[in-house]
């Protein structure tokens, strides 16, 4: 860390070093408080000016040109990202109307005294228990119902296994 320190007060001297020797030829006075004794000795007050090579080519008009040119720029971002924002909340509205719609067929289901829950071994589908859960230990798959509801936001269940039972193409009439 001390290292740093140093290198780091080595480089603010010898940049005060050159803004003093710069300086030294427009006002030695000032300039000398600064510039150390060695580079004085060395180098001499006032070996080191600058000037401006040529003027700005740039008049009044020009830069009131380039600003109003640059706030257009401005202008026209501003706009293109309001539209990709009304897009976006566009195609979003759509999406809610669509999962809305999804859920509220899922509740209606529910609502019919269809037990629904998640799938054991599919965590993104929705399935339908059928039968009696009491006969069992362990949940089977022949009896439950997938939803595969990701493709077109409706419900369509479907067989995990085996044959379709009545009560199965009965939710599938209660939906359609």
């Given at each position: 860390m001390l290292t740093v320190l140093r290198i780091a007060h080595h480089n603010a001297m010898l940049t005060l070093e050159f803004v003093s020797l710069l300086l030294s030829k427009e006002t030695p006075v000032q300039a000398s408080v600064t510039l150390s004794?060695?580079?004085?000795?060395?180098?001499?007050?006032?070996?080191?000016?600058?000037?401006?090579?040529?003027?700005?080519?740039?008049?009044?008009?020009?830069?009131?040109?380039?600003?109003?040119?640059?706030?257009?720029?401005?202008?026209?971002?501003?706009?293109?990202?309001?539209?990709?924002?009304?897009?976006?909340?566009?195609?979003?509205?759509?999406?809610?109307?669509?999962?809305t719609k999804?859920?509220?067929?899922?509740?209606?289901?529910?609502?019919?005294?269809?037990?629904?829950?998640?799938?054991?071994?599919?965590?993104?589908?929705?399935?339908?228990?059928?039968?009696?859960?009491?006969?069992?230990?362990?949940?089977?798959?022949r009896n439950a119902s997938g939803d595969s509801a990701w493709t077109d936001k409706r419900c369509s269940w479907r067989r995990l296994q085996g044959r379709q039972p009545r009560a199965d193409e009965e939710i599938r009439r209660r939906l359609r």
């Open positions: 004794p060695a580079l004085r000795e060395m180098v001499g007050i006032g070996t080191l000016g600058a000037t401006n090579l040529s003027s700005s080519n740039l008049s009044r008009e020009r830069v009131q040109e380039n600003k109003l040119v640059a706030t257009g720029r401005k202008l026209l971002d501003i706009n293109k990202t309001a539209d990709s924002i009304l897009s976006a909340a566009s195609r979003l509205q759509k999406e809610i109307s669509l999962e999804y859920w509220a067929e899922v509740r209606a289901v529910s609502d019919s005294g269809w037990s629904v829950s998640r799938v054991p071994h599919e965590p993104h589908t929705m399935g339908v228990k059928f039968g009696f859960s009491e006969c069992e230990s362990t949940p089977h798959p």
